[in-house]
């Protein structure tokens, strides 16, 4: 089971941590780096799809993925896409809305995303069905 702790300190910042319940041959070597839209990634790269789990911008915003939207469920493969990438190509956005309202999940397993942008904390999932949105900060 993947496991994310979210820790408000003070206003806008927070302390969050992350257990990845995957493969141990996927585990990354060191962390990456990346440019995109004129931001710095930070992220442990996995060494399977070369996405990530959990990434970090010098724009002040943070993704963390976990398998799995509401419960568990079977794994239906091919997907159309790793979610790893996902979490990447979350960062060519302006901000969460638009990826949420722009980004198409079709063919995507199921996944919780939750993503830090703009001072404000956001839970997503999408169960191969249905997309679901909360706000949380």
């Not at 960062?91 to 397993?109: H, L, T, V």
Request: proline residues 4%; hydrophobic residues 35%; aromatic residues 14%.
């Amino acid at each position: 089971m993947c496991t994310v702790t979210f820790i408000p300190t003070k206003k806008n910042e927070f302390i969050l941590t992350s257990n990845r319940d995957e493969s141990a041959a996927r585990s990354p070597e060191h962390i990456s780096t990346m440019e995109k839209k004129g931001q710095t990634l930070i992220f442990p790269k996995d060494k399977g799809a070369g996405g990530t789990w959990i990434a970090a911008s010098s724009h002040n915003k943070l993704v963390c993925l976990l398998n799995g939207a509401f419960e568990c469920h079977e794994r239906n493969l091919p997907y159309s896409k790793s979610r790893g990438i996902m979490v990447l190509e979350f960062f060519k956005y302006p901000d969460a809305n638009q990826f949420f309202a722009a980004y198409d999940f079709s063919g995507m397993e199921s996944f919780t995303m939750i993503t830090y942008d703009n001072g404000q904390l956001w839970d997503f999932r999408w169960d191969e069905r249905v997309q679901k949105k909360f706000i949380k900060s």
